[in-house]
């Protein structure tokens, strides 16, 4: 048991709590409402292949955190990691771009939010909701790190209920039980299904189930308050990997059954915030259900608020513990008497302003600029925990140190991170390779933007700070699992 200490963060995260973060920040409005288009794309079959093979990638990523995170349980994990195990200047990159990238998802997700309210409220304007979200928000993270665990316990839940109903409905709705009678294979035979567009299609969705699973690495920054990281982090990443593929390859199965991927709703939900056109929503109302849209539309904004709360504690966290080493203002390392790093918290929330650009650009224009700005962030995060774990394991057998002593041990090394890194760097490489073919400099810009600024904050910060910021040689990793009062 890791205790909590004086003037530091408190360790008060139970496991249940650890569980549920990761599932939260992993199930969003990319499958209640991008799914659909997903199927349209590929197919049935296509969808699922793509997402499967996406689902074994964050698998090794997983895999990595759990045995770096379990050594050294910290809340400054990725930069930390990176820092310890690459090189200072690669963890500084890190930990900025993470933090950057929950700070805007945060002033994102606002932005939705108050997209969402419309439909029971369209005539209140959407930059209301979004103070009243940022504010509940942050008076939920003020509190304490428990107060933030229990708040995502129940928003994930919540999801996760909707999930599993939705699982159970449409498994009857297969068997001939509700909705009239099955359609069978149909819907998997019907036209060029169930692959559609062959390999290219594959790959393209292959890039959109990415998006979908980022927010699993969120378990990693918990375990710096967690009571007991050594015991619930495997725990943790031994499940939730599982319990997410059930959900994902289980809604994908059901959808492919149930409607034909020519179904113009499909695309629709994907293209907008039309909760009337969520796949879900279809399904549960030829379930007989009648209050469908507006059951999904309260259950898409518990995903939203979830995924607005976790990028409140996960940036905070992080700009704590780059406070703590150094590499950020010392006012952001200053707790609250419960712990809390409020001026990390409302440096953080304070980007979260960005949400009233919804009143300024109009809602879409302001989601889509938000998302493109941090849109390779999250695959540039999973890249520095497999990198990290690799050298980190490599460094430990090199040191005359025996694996069975690792608290938790990574299955498959290094196959495992060498894949993840592979597969990572063809979703970043080939996002949006169209645009690209095309010639559409605009769309290129901002689906890239986030890689050259990323190596240019790197190579800045090793430029500045010299050979003290060197890559760190195999022998010389300080690999001793101590816990620094920066993260403990």
Known sequence: ????????????????????????????TGLFLGSGGTIAQAGPG???????????????VMQSLGELSTHLPVAGSFHTYASRYVSPSFGFAMGWNYWFNWAITLAAELVAAGVIMSFWFPDAPAWVWAAVFLALLTGLNWLSARAFGEGEFWLALIKVVTIAVFL???????????????????????????????????????????????????????????????RDMPRAIRSVFWRIMLFYIGAIAVIGFLLPYTDPSLLAAANSEDITASPFT????????????????????????????????????MLYAMAKEGVAPRLF??????????????????????????????????????????????????????????RFRRA????????????????????????????????????????????????????????PVFLLVWGLHRLVTGRASRTVPLQEMDLSGELPDTAS
């Open 1 to 28: 048991m890791i205790h909590e200490q004086r003037g530091s963060l408190q360790r008060r995260l139970a496991s249940r709590h650890l569980g549920m973060i990761a599932i939260g920040g992993a199930i969003g």
């Open 46 to 60: 296509g969808a699922l292949l793509a997402y499967a093979i996406v689902g074994m990638m964050v698998l090794f």
């Open 168 to 230: 159970v409905l449409g498994v009857l709705m297969i068997a001939g039980v509700l909705g009239g009678s099955s359609p069978g294979l149909s819907n998997w035979t019907h036209g060029d299904g169930p692959f559609v567009g062959g390999w290219v299609s594959v790959i393209s969705v292959f890039m959109i189930a990415g998006f979908s699973f980022q927010g699993t690495e969120l378990v990693g920054v918990a375990a710096g308050e967690s009571a007991n990281p050594r």
């Open 282 to 317: 279809l399904v549960f109302e030829r379930a007989g259900i009648a209050v469908a849209a507006g059951v999904m539309n309260a259950v898409i904004l518990t995903a939203i608020l979830s995924a607005g709360n976790s990028g409140l504690y996960a940036s905070t966290r």
């Open 333 to 390: 390392a200053r707790l609250n008497a419960r712990g809390v790093p409020v001026m990390a918290m409302l440096a953080t929330a304070a980007i979260g302003l960005f949400g009233f650009l919804t009143e300024v650009m109009g809602d879409g224009a302001a989601y889509t600029w938000l998302i493109n700005v941090s849109g390779l962030s999250g695959f540039l995060v999973w890249v520095g925990i497999a990198w990290s774990h690799y």
């Open 396 to 451: 430990w057998v090199r040191q005359g140190r025996r694996v069975d002593e690792l608290p938790y041990i990574a299955p498959l090394f290094p196959l495992g991170p060498l894949l993840a890194i592979t597969l990572l760097l063809i979703v970043i490489i080939g996002q949006n390779t169209q645009a690209v073919a095309n010639g559409q400099v605009l769309e290129v810009v901002s689906a890239y933007i986030g890689l």
